[in-house]
């Protein structure tokens, strides 16, 4: 079974989703298992955890997960396939949680961002600050 579908992700620590995920997955069974294999495309937007400036970012998220239809929400809500109930699958937790597992321990706008002055504050990518020629 092919899903093919828009679905929209829940802010989470002041990061946004400005608009709904894109996923395209696959559904077939392997044994007692559901294999679910895929991708999910999302937009994530917040602040850098440096200078504190917007950050739009494209994510990727390749999904490839093996669940347990008998050890789904209903048995386990914190279990590996919590996002089964019964042998329905929720395509949209199934994102959430995808997307949110995804996401850099810190957000950056570059990788040579070079953050706010530890003194007055400035954003050093911008330009030297005042501080930098004083302090030495």
Do not use: K, W, Y
């Amino acid at each position: 079974m092919l899903v093919s579908d828009d679905v929209p992700i829940e802010p989470f620590e002041g990061l946004a989703f400005p608009n709904p995920a894109r996923v395209e997955l696959e559904l077939r069974q392997a044994d007692r298992m559901l294999v679910v294999t895929g991708t999910i495309d999302a937009r994530v937007h917040g602040q850098c955890d440096a200078c504190l400036e917007g950050v739009d970012r494209s994510l990727h998220v390749d999904v490839s997960e093996r669940l347990d239809p008998s050890h789904g929400r209903d048995v386990d809500p914190f279990g590996e396939s919590n996002v089964l109930t019964g042998e329905r699958l929720d395509v949209a937790d199934l994102a959430q949680q995808s997307v949110l597992s995804a996401l850099p321990m810190g957000l950056r706008c570059s990788e040579g961002c070079r953050g706010l002055c530890p003194l007055c504050g400035a954003n050093r990518n911008t330009g030297e600050c005042t501080c930098e020629r004083t302090a030495s």
